[in-house]
């Protein structure tokens, strides 16, 4: 699945299933709050805290596709192109960072 068709699937669910979009305001809240889930997992996971009972059997990976869908669904809603967008962010990237961090002295 490209990107293109995450967007346009994710359309069509919305549009069939979902009936329509949350506003932009809603779905920014609802991807504050997925973006807080994966961070409870990852500081359980990876960090010094403790899984609670509640956090047992949660799923990172289905935490990071919440994300995902939210996002997606904010980008349709404001007619952004995830897939030139990223193509734009990753070449910014490059030309920005590629010498800064090979000169990093903490990443080696």
Do not use: P
Request: glycine share 4%.
């Amino acid at each position: 699945m490209t990107i293109k068709d995450a967007q346009q699937i994710v359309d069509e669910w919305i549009n069939s299933t979902g009936v329509r979009y949350f506003n932009e305001l809603t779905n920014m809240a609802i991807l504050t709050e997925e973006v807080g889930e994966v961070a409870r997992i990852i500081a359980r996971k990876y960090g010094e805290q403790s899984f609670k009972e509640s956090d047992k059997g949660k799923d990172l990976a289905d935490e990071f596709a919440d994300v995902l869908f939210v996002l997606i669904c904010l980008a349709n809603q404001t007619g952004v192109d995830l897939t030139e967008a990223l193509k734009k962010n990753l070449e910014k990237k490059t030309n920005r960072d590629s010498l800064r961090h090979r000169n990093n002295e903490k990443l080696r």
